[in-house]
């Protein structure tokens, strides 16, 4: 039974799978940040936004 229980560990040994997990997030995460940067710092998406924004505070103020 010992036998069985040691090569069990050797074959799920996944030592860095976590850290490696985390790096691919970050850089996944950066990449969206920086897409999401670009894209909500473009000038038609500010247009946008800000006829949004306007609108809304249009109709609050009346």
Same mark, same amino acid.
């Given at each position: ?22 790096? &691919?997030?970050?850089? *996944?995460?950066?990449?969206? =940040? #920086? ?16 006829? &949004?924004?306007?609108? *809304?505070?249009?109709?609050? =103020? #009346?």
């Amino acid at each position: 039974m010992s036998k069985i229980i040691s090569r069990l560990g050797h074959v799920r040994s996944e030592r860095g799978m976590t850290t490696a997990e985390y790096a &691919v997030g970050t850089v *996944a995460a950066c990449g969206f =940040g #920086g897409i999401l940067y670009k894209l909500l710092t473009s000038e038609p998406i500010q247009n946008l936004l800000n006829n &949004v924004i306007e609108r *809304a505070f249009g109709v609050i =103020g #009346g």
